[in-house]
């Protein structure tokens, strides 16, 4: 599973807008229960110039982004990009359009609350425990003397936009730099995490020339906007709509490309980096996945490849030569598996099997079997038409559950010659894109759908057995069934054809 979601902890609306009958303005107001959050800026409803704002704050649990870093459940920095997005939530009022969101982080910490009305503004704080627009929590103001939270942005790992057309988009912003910031820590060169604000960009929020009178909670916006944008909600973490709560999204490419099972000799109808074979080690002591000591993070490890006339008789004679590098230097991929990129001549040893043997100065880890194929070219254009199965699908998994699928794939008009007996059986395909998106069958809902951008979030890996990945079902609601669909990318088209089949499996929360 290369997608995991972390939703947030707390979340609220704060505004400055004026209460019904004109006079008094909402700063003391609090919707940290409310199952929505909105954002919106009006320009002169009151007063000539008057404005009235609304925003929203978010806290997210980094603490546990860290602890899922340390258990290898999320990769290191560098190789996991983290997504905050928050869901459109429709409603009857008007919806603003072409106006951008801005998101920084808060640094100062804050209340969530206990209000609820986002109509009146009736559900003031009146000194308990929550924020509002003058106040960060029953205990302590806003360090900006005008209200409306205290936004960092002084560097660039600290600013984000969103454009929205329509105004009906969902939010979604990449802030891998913030989240690696607040991982980091206020003590360790990051920054402490009080979460993220969310408000209309300064250009779009109602123009005001400062904080005048007894009008404190006005912010000073001379080159503001003169004209309305009212209003745009999002879902918030009280929503029970389970896929529409704001999350940070942390998606990677976990996909592993094993070609032992789809090794080809060199061929001059292929170009150097195809010719190329990445091939794996997984190092397990006593059923668990452990570095080989000494050879860890950064340190290489050596293959050599000899010839062998049968599968059971193991390496012999010297190693093969027409391997490009002898020995070939492979490394560390994550914790106890090392991979190797390797090529070899067809003249060395075909038809026959090579052996693959791991090793570092004197000391050899590991002896493997490859069975090399040979590229051909074709006199027509290949139309493949695949049969696929997930062969160990269950129809239940538990909501805290971490399951394998494996992938059999083989070319549906597969049709041997058998002139006596039916021995013969169908050969497994290897895709070496493919991907799978996870849908909802009661309203086919798309709860995860195909990450093929520049995360490739739902790529399959493959190894010498076919196909497989991995999938945590903690993003799913339990309570109901979903079904995986695959697509696998076609060169010709140069584009990813959705496949017929449908798998189905249900998700329960057992309490016992």
Known sequence: MAI????????????????????LRATGSNMGMADVMEVFSIYGRVTSGSQELSRLLIKFPTTTISSDRTAGTV?????????LRLFNA??????????????????????????????TYRDATHGNVGSNWMSASNTAAWNSVSGGGDWLSSSADYRYEQSFSTGLEDLEIDITPLVERWIKGAGAGGIANYGVGVKLSSSYEARATGSTGTDQSVQNNPLGATKSYYTKRFFARGSQYFFKQPVIEARWNSSRTDDRGDFYHSSSLASAAENLNTIYLYNYVRGVLRDIPNITNGDPIFVNVYSGSLYNTGPSGSAITQVLYTPATGGWVSTGIYSCSLCIASSSNSPNPIFDVWSSGSTQYFSGTIAPLDLSGFQTVAKPVYYLNITNLKGRYRSNENARFNLY???????PTIYTSAQADPP?????????????????????PYGTSSELSTLLSYDVSGNYFDFDMDSLEPGYTYAFKFAFYDPALASWTEQPESFKFRVEDYEY
């Not at 409603?91 to 109509?119: C, R």
């Open 75 to 83: 990769p290191a920095s560098g190789s996991v990009s983290f997504y």
């Open 4 to 23: 995991k979601r972390y939703k947030a902890t707390a979340d609220t609306t704060i505004v400055n807008a004026f209460l019904p009958g004109w006079k």
């Open 409 to 415: 794939i083989r070319n549906k008009n597969w049709n």
């Open 90 to 119: 429709q409603h009857s009022k008007t919806v603003p359009s072409d106006y951008k969101l801005a998101v920084n982080p808060i640094f100062t910490d804050w209340q969530e609350g206990t209000g609820l009305d986002l109509e």
């Open 428 to 448: 497994a395909t290897t895709i070496h894109s493919a991907s799978y998106r996870v849908y909802r069958t009661l309203d086919a809902y798309e709860a995860i």
